[in-house]
């Protein structure tokens, strides 16, 4: 059996999503959406055991959202990674700092990994619910109501995003621009959250509307899949690092 997927890991590129770690406003029970809130200590801890579980598996580019709970996934989850490059932001269209960033070492350049920042992948915005306590806000609105903002597929908050808005930019960039490395042969790791991985999810698995609002993704849990001319195969994270340990 491992000699089948050693097989097929030199054949078809791996792209991993992960959940960044449980953040500081997940840890009171807050909603977060886009407000800007770094990882707890707990996610800290989920973030550098996600990066153990695919630490032999070597990463081409990395996307991230732009909000810093999944940017400190992402970086810490690369500090355990075997291969010991060094991920590297991109800042295009940032003036000064996309010039004066200019690395002039070939040999440094060897030993990164570009690391593409995407607003398109941050969480769902939540509107006005943004920074209220969870319980709090079914005891004002009732349970259902709130189950209705969270888990239904087309009905957003007060002035914030559905599932379905989300999904209208997540998916959209990531056949754009996340895809076409895969089709390159290039092994892609996206750090991102939890509606706009669901979002991703419900496109590779070819999930109904019904079927992704039961679709949970877990902070901390990396998802593997592989990629062949265009089919989406889920794959599990820790054999294929144990593939990759063997040689691959």
């Not at 996307?63 to 590297?88: C, D, N, W, Y």
């Not at 089709?183 to 992704?212: W, Y």
């Not at 593997?224 to 994270?237: A, F, K, L």
């Amino acid at each position: 059996m491992v000699s089948i997927i050693m097989i097929n890991m030199k054949k078809c590129p791996k792209l991993v999503l992960l959940r960044h770690g449980q953040s500081e406003w997940n840890r009171r029970n807050l909603f977060t959406g886009w407000v800007d809130v770094p990882l707890s200590a707990a996610g800290i801890e989920e973030a550098l055991n996600a990066g153990k579980r695919f630490s032999a598996i070597p990463f081409d580019i990395i996307f991230m959202s732009s909000l810093i709970r999944a940017q400190l996934t992402a970086m810490l989850a690369m500090s355990v990674h075997a291969e010991g490059k060094v991920p590297v932001v991109l800042h295009p269209d940032e003036n000064e700092q996309e010039k004066w960033a200019k690395n002039f070492n070939p040999k440094a350049s060897e030993t990164t990994i570009p690391v593409v920042t995407a607003w398109e992948i941050n969480e769902r915005m939540y509107g006005e619910l943004q920074g209220l306590d969870k319980d709090e806000t079914r005891q004002k609105f009732g349970p259902e109501q709130v189950k209705i903002w969270r888990r239904s597929f087309d009905t957003p908050p007060p002035n914030g995003e559905s599932l379905k808005d989300t999904a209208q930019r997540s998916i959209p960039y990531f056949e754009n621009q996340i895809v076409p490395h895969l089709q390159e042969g290039k092994n892609v790791l996206v750090s991102a959250h939890g509606n706009s991985l669901r979002s991703i999810v419900m496109f590779l698995d070819k999930l109904s509307e019904d079927e992704v609002l039961q679709l949970e993704i877990p902070t901390g849990d990396p998802i593997c899949y592989s990629y062949d001319n265009g089919v989406w195969e889920r794959e599990d994270i820790d054999q294929v690092q144990q593939a990759y340990q063997k040689g691959a």
